[in-house]
């Protein structure tokens, strides 16, 4: 079977510059919060051209954070795509907020702005609930429309979070989501485009008030610059406000800063594959992927779209060739979030789309060799 993600790969390329880094931990002993962790997350900030970046212990909590120090909560509405990873839905009801669910734009499969803009002036009419923020996706890695969706949130009021767990490293004209997003997340979960080897996360944002709540909230409300008087106490055991615990362990900042010096280059490596699965398959699926224009993906995942998708599936589990189906079924109509409101005309884009998505293998160091035995068994499926 050929790998879905080959992540041994990138290991082989990098291993003696891995080894030299946990190394360089288990020296120090530094295990919680220690110098890597500060160096990670100004070389996070760095790499995106602004902001001030944070990290946390996954890029769920990285949703969680903002959320909590913008003290969102009961009666407040906060707006998604349903076409996600539950993490993008799942922190909403965490802090006592409503998910309201949001259709995708038919070829990004990004959140339509139009669709938000609907939802938005629907929820504030009806006058139950108030509208305060939306979590926008970077879907298989390209960036959502910022530019509309931001206008949209300017006129509404409300906070934009751009969910980038699998997008981070991706730009739309040349700029990173935090151009436009008031907070940026990601997560380090070993499968994604900049993973660690184990859970990771990050938020990144602009206000350097914002940046210290989260802090405080990461280490259990712990007082940060602006909380009240110390009286010579240890801070550490004075709580300003209730939070979490939600470190980015140290050993996984050392790795993460050997694989961000290599992200940028990985970035171009998943670019070459992309274009050759659709120069291979553009003529026999319903669609490749259709990135927004001036828009770079960082290739999370790829995508294709097939009538018989089930059938194409199995074929190429036949021929060794793994595929994965992301996502099977939209989150509104899952148990736990189908009671949740939906914005007005409902998610038959979102529907339609779970029925037809197939994930081939996708990472940097696929060979054109093993890419064109992937693209000969699709090729050669008839159905
Ligand atoms: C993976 C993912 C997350 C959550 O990241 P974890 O690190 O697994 O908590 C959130 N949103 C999206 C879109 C994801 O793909």
Redesign the pocket.
Do not use: I, P, R, Y
């Given at each position: 079977m050929i790998p879905f993600i080959d992540l041994a790969a990138q290991q082989a390329r990098i291993r003696p510059a891995l080894d030299a880094a946990i190394a360089r931990v288990l020296a120090h002993g530094a295990y919680v919060m220690g110098p890597e962790v500060r160096e990670l997350e100004t070389r996070l900030a760095a790499f995106c051209g602004a902001g001030r970046a944070l990290s946390c212990?996954?890029?769920?909590?990285?949703?969680a954070l903002p959320l909590m120090a913008w003290e969102i909560g009961a009666g407040d509405a906060v707006f998604c795509p349903s076409f996600?990873?539950?993490?993008?839905p799942e922190v909403i009801p965490w802090t006592g907020a409503t998910p309201v669910f949001v259709d995708i734009l038919p070829d990004t499969f990004n959140l339509d702005p139009a669709a938000l803009e609907a939802a938005i002036e629907a929820t504030a009419a009806e006058g139950r609930l108030r509208p305060a923020a939306v979590i926008a996706?970077?879907?298989f890695g390209q960036p959502a429309d910022y530019p509309a969706l931001a206008a949209v949130c300017r006129r509404h009021g409300l906070k934009l979070i751009a969910?980038?767990?699998?997008g981070f490293g991706c730009t739309l004209h040349g700029q990173h989501p935090i151009a436009w997003a008031d907070v940026v997340?990601?997560?380090?979960?070993p499968?994604?485009p900049l993973g660690c080897y184990g859970?990771?996360?990050a938020v990144l944002c602009t206000d350097d008030l914002l940046w210290d709540r989260m802090d405080s909230l990461r280490v259990h409300g712990k007082a940060v610059a602006g909380d009240a008087s110390l009286d010579g106490h240890d801070p550490k055991y004075l709580n300003a406000r209730i939070g979490m615990n939600s470190r980015l362990d140290t050993i996984q900042a050392a790795i993460l800063l050997e694989k961000l010096a290599i992200f940028a280059e990985e970035i171009l490596l998943r670019q070459a594959v992309a274009d050759r699965y659709a120069a291979g398959l553009a003529d026999v699926c319903l669609s490749v992927p259709a990135v927004i224009a001036g828009g770079v993906s960082t290739w999370?995942q790829y995508v294709i779209e097939h009538r018989d998708r089930d059938g194409l599936a199995a074929h190429l589990r036949a021929a060794g060739v793994p595929t994965a189906v992301y996502y099977p079924v939209p989150m509104h109509l899952q148990g736990p979030y189908a009671a949740f409101p939906r914005g007005p005309g409902g998610l038959p884009v979102s529907e339609a789309r779970a029925k037809t998505v197939l994930a081939l293998p996708m990472h940097p160091y696929l060979t054109p060799e093993v890419q064109d035995r992937i693209i000969d068994a699709v090729r050669g499926f008839n159905g």
């Open positions: 212990a996954n890029g769920t909590d990285a949703l996600t990873f539950a993490a993008t996706v970077d879907l969910d980038s767990a699998q997340t990601t997560s380090f979960f499968a994604k859970d990771g996360g999370a």
